[in-house]
Protein backbone atom coordinates (compact mmCIF):
# COMPACT_ATOMS: atom_id res chain seq x y z
CA UNK A 1 0.00 0.00 0.00
CA UNK A 2 0.85 3.66 -0.64
CA UNK A 3 1.90 5.54 1.85
CA UNK A 4 -0.51 8.62 3.00
CA UNK A 5 0.66 12.17 1.32
CA UNK A 6 -0.13 15.11 2.88
CA UNK A 7 -0.19 18.80 1.47
CA UNK A 8 0.31 22.27 3.15
CA UNK A 9 -2.01 24.61 2.53
CA UNK A 10 -1.14 28.32 3.58
CA UNK A 11 -3.71 30.87 1.91
CA UNK A 12 -2.04 34.86 2.72
CA UNK A 13 -4.10 37.75 3.00
CA UNK A 14 -2.89 41.35 4.07
CA UNK A 15 -3.79 41.15 7.45
CA UNK A 16 -3.99 37.12 8.69
CA UNK A 17 -2.15 34.19 7.30
CA UNK A 18 -3.62 30.68 7.72
CA UNK A 19 -2.00 27.39 7.29
CA UNK A 20 -3.88 23.95 7.14
CA UNK A 21 -2.16 20.61 7.05
CA UNK A 22 -4.71 18.56 4.73
CA UNK A 23 -4.96 15.09 3.61
CA UNK A 24 -5.60 14.31 -0.25
CA UNK A 25 -8.90 14.31 -0.08
CA UNK A 26 -9.37 17.61 1.49
CA UNK A 27 -9.76 16.91 5.18
CA UNK A 28 -7.95 19.44 7.19
CA UNK A 29 -5.86 18.00 10.10
CA UNK A 30 -4.57 20.93 11.53
CA UNK A 31 -4.96 24.82 11.90
CA UNK A 32 -2.97 27.71 12.09
CA UNK A 33 -3.97 31.64 11.92
CA UNK A 34 -1.26 34.31 12.38
CA UNK A 35 -1.17 37.53 11.78
CA UNK A 36 1.21 38.50 9.29
CA UNK A 37 4.55 39.62 9.93
CA UNK A 38 5.05 42.57 8.04
CA UNK A 39 8.83 43.62 8.96
CA UNK A 40 10.57 42.90 6.16
CA UNK A 41 9.64 41.47 2.78
CA UNK A 42 11.40 38.42 3.49
CA UNK A 43 9.36 37.65 7.09
CA UNK A 44 6.62 36.49 5.44
CA UNK A 45 8.35 33.60 3.99
CA UNK A 46 10.31 33.16 7.02
CA UNK A 47 7.41 33.00 8.77
CA UNK A 48 5.39 30.63 6.71
CA UNK A 49 8.25 28.02 7.33
CA UNK A 50 8.35 28.21 11.14
CA UNK A 51 4.45 27.59 10.91
CA UNK A 52 5.31 24.87 9.00
CA UNK A 53 7.79 23.51 11.02
CA UNK A 54 5.15 23.41 13.96
CA UNK A 55 2.39 22.58 12.19
CA UNK A 56 3.84 19.37 11.01
CA UNK A 57 5.50 18.67 14.61
CA UNK A 58 2.37 18.54 16.29
CA UNK A 59 1.03 16.53 14.57
CA UNK A 60 3.61 13.89 13.83
CA UNK A 61 4.24 14.29 10.39
CA UNK A 62 7.18 14.22 8.67
CA UNK A 63 8.39 16.83 5.98
CA UNK A 64 9.06 14.30 3.62
CA UNK A 65 5.14 13.34 4.13
CA UNK A 66 4.27 16.44 2.27
CA UNK A 67 3.22 16.18 -1.25
CA UNK A 68 4.18 20.06 -1.14
CA UNK A 69 3.29 23.58 -0.40
CA UNK A 70 0.62 25.65 -1.80
CA UNK A 71 0.03 29.82 -1.35
CA UNK A 72 -3.13 31.07 -2.32
CA UNK A 73 -2.59 34.93 -2.24
CA UNK A 74 -4.06 37.98 -3.17
CA UNK A 75 -2.14 39.43 -6.29
CA UNK A 76 -0.80 40.73 -8.15
CA UNK A 77 1.96 38.06 -8.44
CA UNK A 78 3.89 36.31 -10.82
CA UNK A 79 3.69 33.04 -11.34
CA UNK A 80 6.84 31.92 -12.51
CA UNK A 81 8.80 34.02 -10.11
CA UNK A 82 6.74 32.49 -6.99
CA UNK A 83 6.77 36.48 -6.51
CA UNK A 84 3.98 38.95 -4.94
CA UNK A 85 4.56 42.34 -6.97
CA UNK A 86 3.43 45.05 -6.28
CA UNK A 87 0.48 43.62 -3.76
CA UNK A 88 -2.33 45.61 -2.75
CA UNK A 89 -2.89 44.85 0.30
CA UNK A 90 1.01 44.24 1.86
CA UNK A 91 3.68 47.33 2.04
CA UNK A 92 6.40 45.69 -0.34
CA UNK A 93 7.04 46.28 -3.87
CA UNK A 94 8.13 42.44 -4.32
CA UNK A 95 7.83 39.45 -1.97
CA UNK A 96 9.82 36.29 -3.44
CA UNK A 97 7.35 33.03 -1.48
CA UNK A 98 8.34 30.14 -3.41
CA UNK A 99 12.27 29.92 -3.90
CA UNK A 100 12.85 30.61 -0.27
CA UNK A 101 10.27 27.77 1.39
CA UNK A 102 11.17 25.51 -1.63
CA UNK A 103 14.66 25.55 -0.62
CA UNK A 104 14.33 25.71 2.89
CA UNK A 105 12.42 22.23 3.34
CA UNK A 106 12.70 20.84 0.15
CA UNK A 107 9.27 20.46 -0.78
CA UNK A 108 7.99 21.83 -3.91
CA UNK A 109 5.77 24.77 -4.03
CA UNK A 110 2.98 26.58 -5.81
CA UNK A 111 1.95 30.11 -5.24
CA UNK A 112 -1.54 30.92 -7.09
CA UNK A 113 -3.95 33.70 -6.98
CA UNK A 114 -6.22 32.81 -4.04
CA UNK A 115 -9.16 33.80 -6.07
CA UNK A 116 -7.39 31.05 -8.89
CA UNK A 117 -6.97 28.81 -6.08
CA UNK A 118 -10.31 29.07 -4.66
CA UNK A 119 -12.34 28.08 -7.93
CA UNK A 120 -9.48 24.82 -7.87
CA UNK A 121 -10.87 24.22 -4.20
CA UNK A 122 -14.63 24.49 -5.71
CA UNK A 123 -14.21 22.14 -8.24
CA UNK A 124 -12.18 19.14 -5.96
CA UNK A 125 -14.33 19.73 -2.83
CA UNK A 126 -16.90 22.28 -2.64
CA UNK A 127 -20.69 22.75 -5.01
CA UNK A 128 -18.72 22.42 -8.22
CA UNK A 129 -17.74 18.60 -8.20
CA UNK A 130 -18.20 17.67 -12.30
CA UNK A 131 -18.68 21.48 -13.52
CA UNK A 132 -16.38 22.42 -16.36
CA UNK A 133 -17.72 25.92 -16.17
CA UNK A 134 -17.43 27.33 -12.76
CA UNK A 135 -16.95 30.87 -11.89
CA UNK A 136 -15.78 31.83 -8.25
CA UNK A 137 -15.95 36.00 -7.24
CA UNK A 138 -15.06 36.72 -4.06
CA UNK A 139 -16.51 40.24 -1.97
CA UNK A 140 -14.47 41.08 0.96
CA UNK A 141 -11.86 43.78 1.88
CA UNK A 142 -11.25 44.00 -2.34
CA UNK A 143 -13.34 41.86 -5.17
CA UNK A 144 -11.60 39.10 -7.17
CA UNK A 145 -12.66 35.80 -9.00
CA UNK A 146 -11.45 32.63 -10.54
CA UNK A 147 -12.91 30.79 -13.35
CA UNK A 148 -12.95 27.37 -15.03
CA UNK A 149 -13.54 27.64 -18.38
CA UNK A 150 -14.64 24.28 -20.53
CA UNK A 151 -12.41 22.34 -17.40
CA UNK A 152 -9.57 24.73 -18.15
CA UNK A 153 -8.34 26.69 -15.07
CA UNK A 154 -7.63 30.31 -16.93
CA UNK A 155 -4.56 31.53 -16.09
CA UNK A 156 -2.97 34.57 -17.95
CA UNK A 157 0.22 35.32 -19.02
CA UNK A 158 1.12 36.09 -15.31
CA UNK A 159 -1.42 34.45 -13.54
CA UNK A 160 -3.87 37.35 -13.00
CA UNK A 161 -6.61 36.39 -15.43
CA UNK A 162 -10.29 37.21 -14.09
CA UNK A 163 -9.38 40.39 -11.96
CA UNK A 164 -12.51 41.06 -12.49
CA UNK A 165 -12.55 43.50 -9.17
CA UNK A 166 -10.52 46.24 -11.59
CA UNK A 167 -13.75 45.70 -14.49
CA UNK A 168 -14.77 49.07 -14.84
CA UNK A 169 -18.47 50.07 -14.12
CA UNK A 170 -18.56 53.48 -14.07
CA UNK A 171 -17.33 55.06 -16.59
CA UNK A 172 -17.34 58.27 -14.89
CA UNK A 173 -14.76 57.16 -12.51
CA UNK A 174 -16.42 58.87 -9.56
CA UNK A 175 -14.77 57.05 -7.37
CA UNK A 176 -11.02 55.78 -6.88
CA UNK A 177 -10.14 52.18 -6.75
CA UNK A 178 -7.07 50.85 -4.75
CA UNK A 179 -4.83 50.25 -7.75
CA UNK A 180 -5.04 54.17 -8.72
CA UNK A 181 -7.45 53.85 -11.61
CA UNK A 182 -10.93 55.18 -11.37
CA UNK A 183 -14.48 53.36 -11.85
CA UNK A 184 -13.71 50.37 -11.18
CA UNK A 185 -16.20 47.28 -9.05
CA UNK A 186 -14.03 47.17 -6.17
CA UNK A 187 -13.89 51.19 -5.43
CA UNK A 188 -17.60 50.92 -5.36
CA UNK A 189 -18.36 47.20 -3.54
CA UNK A 190 -16.17 46.11 -1.36
CA UNK A 191 -15.89 46.17 2.07
CA UNK A 192 -12.59 48.46 2.24
CA UNK A 193 -14.76 50.91 -0.37
CA UNK A 194 -18.34 50.66 0.53
CA UNK A 195 -17.52 53.65 2.94
CA UNK A 196 -16.70 55.69 0.06
CA UNK A 197 -19.49 54.81 -2.24
CA UNK A 198 -21.90 55.41 1.05
CA UNK A 199 -20.36 59.02 1.61
CA UNK A 200 -20.71 59.56 -2.30
CA UNK A 201 -24.58 58.95 -1.79
CA UNK A 202 -24.91 60.72 1.12
CA UNK A 203 -23.58 63.86 -0.06
CA UNK A 204 -26.28 63.58 -2.81
CA UNK A 205 -29.42 62.93 -0.34
CA UNK A 206 -30.63 65.65 1.93
CA UNK A 207 -29.41 66.15 5.47
CA UNK A 208 -32.90 65.40 7.66
CA UNK A 209 -32.78 61.80 5.69
CA UNK A 210 -29.48 61.25 6.38
CA UNK A 211 -29.73 62.66 9.87
CA UNK A 212 -32.37 60.03 10.62
CA UNK A 213 -31.04 57.71 9.60
CA UNK A 214 -29.42 54.68 11.60
CA UNK A 215 -26.17 54.57 9.77
CA UNK A 216 -25.74 58.32 10.99
CA UNK A 217 -26.63 57.16 14.76
CA UNK A 218 -24.36 54.23 14.56
CA UNK A 219 -21.48 56.19 13.52
CA UNK A 220 -21.95 58.73 16.29
CA UNK A 221 -22.57 61.53 13.78
CA UNK A 222 -19.34 61.22 12.26
CA UNK A 223 -19.52 59.41 8.61
CA UNK A 224 -15.26 59.05 8.36
CA UNK A 225 -16.25 56.06 11.00
CA UNK A 226 -18.40 54.49 8.57
CA UNK A 227 -17.71 50.94 7.63
CA UNK A 228 -19.50 48.26 5.42
CA UNK A 229 -20.35 46.22 8.34
CA UNK A 230 -22.24 49.52 9.32
CA UNK A 231 -23.86 50.26 6.42
CA UNK A 232 -25.48 46.13 6.79
CA UNK A 233 -26.05 46.54 9.90
CA UNK A 234 -28.20 49.31 9.48
CA UNK A 235 -30.06 47.66 6.85
CA UNK A 236 -30.65 44.42 8.47
CA UNK A 237 -32.24 46.65 11.36
CA UNK A 238 -35.00 47.69 8.59
CA UNK A 239 -33.48 51.16 8.51
CA UNK A 240 -34.81 52.42 5.05
CA UNK A 241 -31.73 54.56 4.09
CA UNK A 242 -29.25 51.99 4.36
CA UNK A 243 -31.87 49.17 2.46
CA UNK A 244 -31.79 51.96 -0.18
CA UNK A 245 -27.76 52.01 -0.41
CA UNK A 246 -27.72 47.85 -0.16
CA UNK A 247 -29.98 47.88 -2.71
CA UNK A 248 -27.89 50.42 -5.25
CA UNK A 249 -24.56 48.49 -4.14
CA UNK A 250 -26.65 45.23 -5.47
CA UNK A 251 -27.63 46.54 -8.36
CA UNK A 252 -23.71 47.91 -9.08
CA UNK A 253 -23.19 43.75 -7.92
CA UNK A 254 -25.76 42.62 -10.45
CA UNK A 255 -23.41 44.96 -13.44
CA UNK A 256 -20.31 42.95 -12.43
CA UNK A 257 -21.93 39.53 -12.34
CA UNK A 258 -23.21 40.58 -15.48
CA UNK A 259 -20.25 41.20 -17.51
CA UNK A 260 -18.30 38.41 -15.78
CA UNK A 261 -21.33 35.85 -16.65
CA UNK A 262 -21.10 37.46 -20.62
CA UNK A 263 -17.73 36.83 -20.30
CA UNK A 264 -17.18 33.92 -18.81
CA UNK A 265 -20.55 31.10 -19.40
CA UNK A 266 -20.54 29.77 -16.43
CA UNK A 267 -22.74 27.23 -15.45
CA UNK A 268 -22.74 28.07 -11.81
CA UNK A 269 -21.17 30.96 -9.83
CA UNK A 270 -20.06 30.48 -6.01
CA UNK A 271 -19.48 33.61 -4.14
CA UNK A 272 -17.19 34.26 -0.73
CA UNK A 273 -15.56 36.65 0.95
CA UNK A 274 -16.30 37.91 4.09
CA UNK A 275 -19.26 40.91 2.62
CA UNK A 276 -20.90 38.04 1.04
CA UNK A 277 -20.34 35.54 4.13
CA UNK A 278 -21.88 38.08 6.27
CA UNK A 279 -24.73 39.68 4.91
CA UNK A 280 -25.99 36.58 1.85
CA UNK A 281 -29.14 37.78 1.56
CA UNK A 282 -28.45 41.26 1.11
CA UNK A 283 -25.67 40.74 -0.78
CA UNK A 284 -26.98 38.12 -3.09
CA UNK A 285 -30.79 38.75 -3.31
CA UNK A 286 -30.08 41.89 -5.86
CA UNK A 287 -27.89 40.26 -7.97
CA UNK A 288 -30.21 37.71 -8.50
CA UNK A 289 -33.01 40.38 -9.14
CA UNK A 290 -31.37 42.25 -11.17
CA UNK A 291 -28.36 40.54 -13.26
CA UNK A 292 -31.06 40.00 -15.96
CA UNK A 293 -30.91 43.51 -16.87
CA UNK A 294 -27.27 43.23 -17.84
CA UNK A 295 -26.84 39.92 -19.20
CA UNK A 296 -27.28 38.62 -22.55
CA UNK A 297 -25.81 34.89 -21.36
CA UNK A 298 -28.39 32.07 -20.00
CA UNK A 299 -28.13 32.97 -16.30
CA UNK A 300 -26.54 30.26 -13.97
CA UNK A 301 -27.11 29.26 -10.39
CA UNK A 302 -25.44 31.88 -8.24
CA UNK A 303 -24.77 31.05 -4.75
CA UNK A 304 -22.88 31.59 -1.19
CA UNK A 305 -19.48 28.70 -1.41
CA UNK A 306 -20.33 26.24 0.86
CA UNK A 307 -16.70 26.37 1.65
CA UNK A 308 -16.81 29.56 3.45
CA UNK A 309 -13.92 31.11 4.80
CA UNK A 310 -12.12 28.03 4.64
CA UNK A 311 -12.28 28.21 0.98
CA UNK A 312 -8.67 29.64 0.41
CA UNK A 313 -7.30 26.46 2.10
CA UNK A 314 -9.32 24.12 -0.41
CA UNK A 315 -7.89 26.05 -2.82
CA UNK A 316 -4.32 26.13 -1.85
CA UNK A 317 -4.74 22.10 -1.00
CA UNK A 318 -6.75 21.66 -4.98
CA UNK A 319 -3.64 23.94 -6.41
CA UNK A 320 -0.87 21.87 -5.18
CA UNK A 321 -3.18 18.37 -6.47
CA UNK A 322 -2.83 20.20 -9.83
CA UNK A 323 0.25 21.45 -10.43
CA UNK A 324 2.69 18.57 -8.50
CA UNK A 325 4.49 16.76 -11.27
CA UNK A 326 2.53 13.23 -11.77
ZN1 LIG B 1 -8.86 48.78 -9.58
Same mark, same amino acid.
Request: charge should be positive; hydrophobic fraction near 40%; aromatic fraction near 6%.
Given at each position: ? %???? *?? %???????????????????????? $??????????? #??AKQIITIIRSLCR?????????? &??????????????????????LPFEYVLLTKPIS???????YLVNDCTAAVLGE?????? =???????????????????????????????? #????????????????? &??? =??????? *??? +??????? $?? %?????????? @?????? *???? =?????????????????? &???????????????????? #???????????????????????????????? *? @????? @???????????? +???????????????????
Amino acid at each position: M %MKEK *YI %MAVDLGGTRVRLALSNEDGSLIGK $VQERVDKSNEE #AIAKQIITIIRSLCRESSVDLAELE &GVGIASAGPLSLKEGALINPTNLPFEYVLLTKPISKELGLPTYLVNDCTAAVLGERAFGAG =KGLDNIVYITIGTGIGGGAIVDGQLLLGKDGN #AVEIGHLTIDFEGRLKC &GCG =KNGHWEA *YCS +GRNIPNF $VR %MKLEEIDEAT @VEKSLI *YAKV =KRDLSKLTSEVLFNAAKE &GDKLALRLVKEIGILNAIGF #ANVINAYDPSLITVGGTVTLQNKKLVLSPVRR *Y @VKNYV @VNRIPKIMATPL +GEDIGIFGAVAAVLKFRPR
